[in-house]
Nanobody, 124 residues
Framework: QLQLVESGGGLVQPGGSLRLSCAASGFTMDDYIIGWFRQAPGKEREGVSCIRSRSTNKFYADSVKGRFTISRNNAKNTVDLQIDSLKPEDTAVYYC?????????????????WGQGTQVTVSS
């Protein structure tokens, strides 16, 4: 059974950092496009970052460029999202998703597998 599990969320002060991790079971993440998305209360889910399969090609939403870094750890079969200089507007549930299809990876359409999400709250 293919499954994604996010971890690493929590409560952090503005300006702080978090490292989110997306772990897979049942498949090799390097073979899939992996996207990170977030959904804030009352807002639609949005793509923040993604990484192409078997590639170092990475993409970021304009709102997070320079603060978010996506990376693969193939030894652990995870894709991590380092989040620095956190702002209150980064507060959201963060999800990872995977697809074996060729898609525009910052959009939700086409992703086949989703994790359950991890909460990130930025507040003083």
């Amino acid at each position: 059974q293919l499954q994604l599990v996010e971890s690493g969320g929590g409560l952090v002060q503005p300006g702080g950092s978090l490292r989110l991790s997306c772990a897979a079971s049942g498949f090799t993440m390097d073979d899939y496009i992996i996207g990170w998305f977030r959904q804030a209360p009352g807002k639609e889910r949005e793509g923040v970052s993604c990484i192409r399969s078997r590639s170092t090609n990475k993409f970021y939403a304009d709102s997070v460029k320079g603060r978010f870094t996506i990376s693969r750890n193939n030894a652990k079969n995870t894709v991590d999202l380092q989040i620095d200089s956190l702002k209150p507007e980064d507060t959201a549930v963060y999800y990872c998703a995977a697809t074996g299809a060729t898609i525009r990876c910052l959009t939700q359409e086409g992703y086949e597998y989703w994790g359950q999400g991890t909460q990130v709250t930025v507040s003083s």
